[in-house]
Nanobody
Framework: QVQLVESGGGLVQAGGSLRLSCAASGRTFSTLTMGWFRQAPGKEREPVAAVNWSGAHTYYAHSVKNRFTISRDNNKNTFYLQMNSLKPEDTAVYYC???????????????????WGQGTQVTVSS
């Protein structure tokens, strides 16, 4: 049974940092494209970052570029999102997700991701 468990969320002041982790189990994830998405209250789920299976190719939303870093440790089946210089507008529930589709350049679409975690809350105070 596939299970994705996010951790590392919490309350942080603006300018602070958090590192989200996603522990995956139940199948092989090392060959899958991985993404982080977020959803704020009253808003649609949006892509934050994505990485191909090897880590060689990445996508970042414009709003998080140069502040967030996505990475993966395929040996540990654990996947990360390092978030620096956090802003109040980064407040949302953050989800890790995987897709069976090969990595493609462009904006990741939630509908194309097959496996989802339960989400972890990130709250940034001003």
């Amino acid at each position: 049974q596939v299970q994705l468990v996010e951790s590392g969320g919490g309350l942080v002041q603006a300018g602070g940092s958090l590192r989200l982790s996603c522990a995956a189990s139940g199948r092989t994830f090392s060959t899958l494209t991985m993404g982080w998405f977020r959803q704020a209250p009253g808003k649609e789920r949006e892509p934050v970052a994505a990485v191909n299976w090897s880590g060689a190719h990445t996508y970042y939303a414009h709003s998080v570029k140069n502040r967030f870093t996505i990475s993966r440790d395929n040996n540990k089946n654990t996947f990360y999102l390092q978030m620096n210089s956090l802003k109040p507008e980064d407040t949302a529930v953050y989800y890790c997700a995987f897709t069976n589709r090969p990595y493609v350049y462009g904006i990741p679409r939630p509908s194309e991701y097959h496996y989802w975690g339960q989400g972890t809350q990130v709250t940034v105070s001003s």
